[in-house]
């Protein structure tokens, strides 16, 4: 049996997000919350002034480089922007008033292009990373996020942020980082597959986490826990922990979408079992790198254990 441990590990050297990448994004959030505080300030000084707050996967130290395809490199990061209400008044704007300040004030700040989503504004740089400005409003102990045209939501990212924190451990964040470069690979060499959202595979890790003192054992059986739970007849679901509580994130998801996911973690847990019950260091290896996560995970020494 070939124990990929160290295998693992390398492979969480090459995909997190760490050094200049890194400090790049960091330096592309402070001139961007450095912009738009400057824009309010001078264009609408008598309104209420954006405050900021980091949220995702970047918060959690979760990110991972993305495969560069065509000299880009899709990475992202997101960052909350906040008006924050004094008690007994009310100034809060339209939902597209908001979103339209915000995009504002950024969309001159990248030689690539601005984009209004309905859930935020995105910033995109010419490398191909971008970072995504979702708008809220604060009163009390109520959040909204203002999404576009007319949706007010209830979303508290820090309480998510607080939670993962509370039940997560240096080796789920691993998992989780493994998790996503295996989204990465399997959605670059086949474009019409579309997999759960890096916040959906962050719950579903969690969930399911089952602690090995190997990385290779602890994600095979992990992968297993996660797989025979959504394979289960009404099974196939992601409750979301915090707020809004208790919501199925794939409530909408369609038979294929379903079945696609199933079938890809499936063979998932076949590569990482195959690997498992080899002897061989490298063929165990193969069978990872081949369909699973690609040439960036490293190959095993030509040697038997």
């Known amino acids: 049996m070939a124990i990929l441990h160290e295998k693992f590990i390398d492979f969480n050297s090459k995909i997190e997000l760490k050094g200049d990448r890194k400090d790049s994004l960091l330096r592309s959030r402070k001139s961007i919350r450095d ?17 900021f707050r980091g949220q995702g ?46 995009y504002n004030a950024v969309n001159t700040h990248t030689i690539k292009e601005t984009k209004r989503k309905n859930t935020c504004v995105r910033v ?66 086949n474009t019409h597959l579309k997999f759960p959202s890096g916040f959906a595979l962050t719950i579903l890790i969690v969930n399911n986490y089952v602690k090995k003192q190997h990385d290779d054992e602890a994600f095979r059986e992990t992968i297993r826990r996660m797989y025979n739970t959504l394979s289960t007849r009404n099974g196939f679901k992601c409750l979301r922990p915090t707020t809004p509580r208790g919501e199925n994130i794939f409530r909408d998801y369609s038979k294929t979408r ?9 063979s998932l847990l076949d590569d990482c079992d195959r690997a498992k019950n080899d002897n061989n260091f490298q063929k165990a290896s193969e069978y990872l790198i081949k369909n699973q996560f690609g040439d960036r995970f490293p190959k095993g020494n030509n040697r038997n254990t």
């Not at 922007?81 to 007994?88: N, T």
């Not at 708008?135 to 979303?155: E, F, H, M, V």
């Not at 379903?258 to 973690?265: I, Q, T, Y």
């Open 57 to 102: 996967s970047f918060e959690m130290n979760t990110t991972v480089k993305p495969i560069v395809v065509k000299g880009k490199r899709k990475y992202d990061l997101d960052d909350g922007v906040y008006f924050i209400e004094k008690a007994g008044e009310n100034n809060r704007e339209k939902i597209d008033t908001w979103h339209d300040w915000v």
């Open 258 to 266: 379903k079945n696609d996911f199933l079938k890809a973690l499936k």
């Open 124 to 189: 995109i740089f010419s490398d191909g990373h971008h970072i995504d400005l979702p708008i809220y409003y604060k009163k009390g102990t109520s959040q909204k996020l203002a999404r576009r045209p007319n949706d007010w939501i209830n979303s508290e990212p820090v309480k998510f942020t607080n939670w993962f924190n509370g039940n997560s451990n240096k080796q789920t964040k691993r998992l989780i980082r493994y998790m996503k470069a295996w989204k990465d690979f399997r959605q670059t060499t």
């Open 35 to 51: 912009k738009i505080k400057k824009w309010f300030s001078e264009n609408q000084p008598d309104r209420l002034q954006p405050k």
